[in-house]
Structures are given as structure tokens and as C-alpha cells.
């Protein structure tokens, strides 16, 4: 029987990190580290600082140190001075010295200033509201012609606002008219108190802030095929049960606390699948693996086959391989959050047949996607290329840094998201019989952090235990390697 849950690991508030599992696979992970905080649809009142008449863009300070980037495209009509028309030229757009309300639709790395919008979106649970931009539509995700044309019809008949769009949401799949009714009334009041808070505003000032990642998530990525929900800190599991009550009050039964003193991911046996995430080569059923790497530019990703378990020759191995490969690749891209060019090299197939089963399965991996994917055919080289929007930053950006040793060409663990690890494997060998204590040997910095940032969770350690943990520094040891030494019974009594 399939078992689809949803995990939340909130025990360690630096590093917040939410699973979705589908009969024991990770299929979606999520994760949010302190002072990585997505800025992504927060609204802020700006100010233009700058024209830029070659980029057909404005430069606006809007409060979080680095001038947001604002294209002409991206002005509603109601900040033009006269008439919009095409072909404008830029000050009759917007002067220097103009207050803008902005969204950001999109964060920038390096010192690149946050990608901005002037058409605010309020994302709800079954609903996106757009105030002063009267489009309306169904989510391409919901692809059954039927339950679009029953959405449609439904939404024709809801109480929008004249000058308001509405897009409904892949959530929405076989909900009725209250629960939207109910979600375009939070929405609008929730515009209601932007517009009222921007109005007595001083420019450089953040409005709205977006929902934070516990929140954000559920609203997401809940769907109603997860069967449970569990979390690991008393605080966040009563905040997912008052969020449930509201957005899916018939579910809040199926959110529960995990007690276990086994931590979660590693009971629910998905601790070493999001490892897998961090690694370049990933290991396919069949024996073969995708080798991901990441160059100037684009995504390569190599499928290599293995001793073909099973398979009758050449091209059956090959295509057993592509098969598993066009599943997990689509998968990957997705746990990682990669963007931009991706090119696979698949293993070479004669059958045109087995090329056209291939695209299919690339096609149908995609569907589960949040994120909009383009993709083209494999060439007779076996080549196919596809490109993807990223979400989110990307999942290595917000546990690892650039490796001082190889002038950044290499990724290492942050000294956080190290430390927090460090702690996991402290508790995992805690459970042990027979301890009296636990020798752990880390990198000067990750050691340093973990005695002091992390003091009160090894003191309740050993207090829950009754036993010592003793910290050292190791300075042949990188970020992320640990040396764990336990002192037994058997040891002490000799």
C-alpha cells in the first residue's frame, strides 16, 4: 500500500528541512538555513534611484541594501505619466525620486540586486490574487479537461473584484466553491491591509512579508494524496495544526508529533536519499548511474551503464538504463532545485521505439513538477536538452561554500549546516547500549561552533543520557568530516 507522507525536521532551528515522501522515496525536499530567508514575494515601498535607458529598466532602493532591478515591462500602466503606449521612453514611465510598490519575483546571486515587479501577486492556498490585472485562468498542471472546465466555471462565478485576476491553483483539484470563496476573501483582505499599510508608509520599507518556510511549504506542496504529517519540535507541530485548521480543516487529523528519540529522517529512512542529493554521481536500480556536473553556463549530466541485470544485449541494457535514468535525472532536478540549460547524454539506442519511450518518461517526470520546464528531443547523438526554472536557491547554495583550497571551483559544508550534521550523528550513537561516553573529533571551526552555539543541546544530551560528549579539534579534518570515538562499559570497567 502506498504511504505518502510529509516530514518536517524542526528540531534544530538553524536548518529547517521539510521531506515529502511517496512509498518510502524522497520525492521533494525543502530546506531553509538562518540567514538564507527567501525574500521571494515580499512587497516593499521603493524608490527609483536610477534610469538605466540601455537595460529599458529602473534601479530602485527598496531597503535591503542592493538596488533592486525593475524592467520596463515590469511597470503597471497606472505609474505611466499619460497614456500607456508602446515605445514609451523610460522618464515617462517613472522619474528618479518615484515611490513604487514592488514585489521581488526573483532572487539574484553575487552582487546582482533582486529581480522586481510592479504587478503584485498574493499566492493563497487554491488561489493566486492580482490586483489591478483582471487575467484569469486554471494552472496548466491541472491537465484533466473536465475538472478545468468545472474550475472555470466555477471561478466565472466567484465574487471578484472588477480590476482583480485570479489564477487557480493545481491545489484546487476537486475542491469546491466555499473553500475558494473562503480563500479569494483572506486574499482580498490581505490586499486590503497592503494597500492600507503602504499608504502611511515611508519609502524603504517592507510591507508584506511573504509567509515563512514552515507555511509556505504546506501551502505549496501539500496535496491531498499525503496521507500524514510529522514533525519533530512541539512549537512547529502546533503552528502546522492552527495552518491545517484553516486551509484543509478536514485533514488536521492527520498531523502528528514524532516522540521517537530516533530522529525523523532517520526513522522514516531517508537520511542517506538526502545525502544523495549533495553527491555528483547518483547510483541507479539497474546497476548504471547519472553523473550531474555543473559547468560555466549549463547543467551536463552523463548516463552511464552498469552490468545491464536482467537485460538480453546492448540496446535492451541501454534502454533499461535511459528508462531508470529519465526518471531519476527529472527527479534530481527537482530535489536540487537546478535551473537554467540542462544537457543529458544518454546512453546511445538504435530502436526508435525505445528513444520515443524515453522522451515519454522525461515527459511524464516533468508533470510533477512545480516548476516550468522546456523540453526538446534526443538527438541522434543521443543528446537532449531541456531547460528549468528555479524555484528557490539552489539547495548546495544553502548548506556549502565556495572551497577556499580550489579558488572556488569546489563546493565544502557550510560551518553551520556541518555542525548541525555533527549533532545528528551525536544523537544517532547516543542510542547505543552501553555508553559512557562519546569522543568527537571535527574541524577547528565546525568544533568551535558546535561548543558554542550548540552548548545547550550537548549539555541536555548528556543530561538526557548520563554520560559525557567531548568536543575536540582535529585540523586535518575538512568541514563535514567527523571522527566518532565511544567510550564503553566494558572500556571503563577494564
Not at 511517496?22 to 538562518?34: A, K, M, Q, V, Y
Not at 529598466?57 to 511597470?75: H, I, M, R, T
Not at 491541472?142 to 493545481?170: A, C, H, N, Y
Not at 528557490?392 to 563546493?411: A, H
Amino acid at each position: 500500500m502506498t504511504r505518502n507522507l510529509m516530514l518536517i525536521n524542526a528540531s534544530d532551528p538553524e536548518e529547517y528541512r521539510i521531506a515529502i515522501v511517496r512509498d518510502g522515496i524522497l520525492d521533494g525536499f525543502h530546506i531553509e538555513t538562518i540567514g538564507s530567508e527567501n525574500r521571494v514575494g515580499n512587497i516593499y515601498l521603493g524608490i527609483v534611484e536610477k534610469i538605466e535607458p540601455g537595460l529599458q529598466a529602473f534601479f530602485v532602493n527598496f531597503g535591503v541594501g542592493k538596488n533592486g532591478f525593475l524592467s520596463a515591462g515590469e511597470v503597471h500602466p497606472d505609474y505611466y505619466q499619460g497614456e500607456p503606449e508602446k515605445g514609451l521612453p523610460l522618464d515617462k514611465i517613472l522619474k528618479k525620486g518615484d515611490t513604487v510598490l514592488v514585489q521581488v519575483i526573483k532572487e539574484m546571486p553575487g552582487k546582482k540586486g533582486d529581480q522586481l515587479t510592479t504587478y503584485i501577486s498574493l499566492a493563497g492556498r487554491y488561489l493566486v490574487l492580482s490586483p489591478g490585472n483582471p487575467t484569469k485562468g486554471v494552472s496548466k498542471k491541472i491537465q484533466d479537461e473536465k475538472e478545468r472546465q468545472r474550475l472555470k466555471e466555477m471561478m466565472s462565478s466567484l465574487p471578484i473584484p472588477e480590476g482583480f485576476g485570479v489564477i487557480v491553483r493545481t491545489a484546487a483539484h476537486g475542491v469546491g466553491k466555499r473553500e475558494l470563496i473562503k480563500d479569494l476573501q483572506r486574499l482580498l483582505r490581505l490586499w486590503e491591509s497592503i494597500r492600507e499599510k503602504a499608504m502611511r508608509s515611508q519609502p524603504m520599507t517592507l510591507i508584506h512579508r511573504e509567509q515563512d518556510f514552515l507555511l509556505r511549504t504546506l501551502r505549496d506542496y501539500f496535496t491531498p494524496d499525503i496521507q500524514e504529517i510529522v514533525i519533530d519540535d512541539k512549537e512547529s507541530y502546533q503552528r502546522v495544526k492552527a495552518y491545517m485548521e484553516v486551509i484543509s480543516p478536514k485533514k488536521r487529523g492527520i498531523v502528528r508529533l514524532h516522540k521517537d528519540d530516533v530522529p525523523i529522517f532517520e526513522r522514516y529512512g531517508i537520511e542517506s536519499q538526502i545525502e544523495a542529493i549533495f553527491k555528483r554521481e547518483v547510483q541507479l536500480p539497474s546497476g548504471g548511474s547519472i553523473v550531474i556536473e555543473p559547468t560555466e553556463g549549463l547543467i551536463t549530466i552523463d548516463v552511464n551503464s552498469g552490468k545491464g541485470k536482467g537485460t538480453k544485449g546492448v540496446e535492451d541494457t541501454a534502454f533499461k538504463t535511459n528508462m531508470e535514468a529519465a526518471r531519476e535525472i527529472l527527479r534530481q532536478l527537482r530535489l536540487r532545485d537546478i535551473g537554467g540549460l540542462i544537457v543529458v547524454d544518454f546512453i546511445d539506442m538504435k530502436n526508435a521505439k525505445h528513444i520515443r519511450e524515453v522522451e515519454k518518461a522525461v515527459k511524464e517526470e516533468a508533470k510533477k513538477d512545480r516548476a516550468k520546464i522546456n523540453l526538446g528531443s534526443i538527438s541522434k547523438f543521443g543528446i537532449l536538452e531541456l531547460s528549468r526554472e528555479r524555484l528557490g536557491p539552489q539547495i548546495e547554495s544553502l548548506t556549502y561554500e565556495p572551497c577556499v583550497l580550489c579558488q572556488g571551483r569546489g563546493l565544502i559544508p557550510s560551518v553551520e549546516s556541518a555542525a548541525i550534521n555533527a549533532l545528528r550523528q551525536i544523537r544517532s550513537k547516543l542510542r547505543s547500549k552501553g555508553l559512557m561516553g562519546i569522543e568527537v573529533q571535527l574541524n577547528p571551526k565546525v568544533a568551535d561552533y558546535l561548543q558554542n552555539a550548540k552548548r545547550r543541546k550537548l549539555a541536555d544530551l548528556e543530561d538526557k543520557y548520563g554520560l559525557s560528549i567531548l568536543i575536540g579539534s582535529n585540523s586535518a579534518l575538512k568541514p563535514g568530516e567527523i571522527l566518532l570515538n565511544t567510550i564503553e562499559e566494558s572500556t571503563i570497567s577494564q
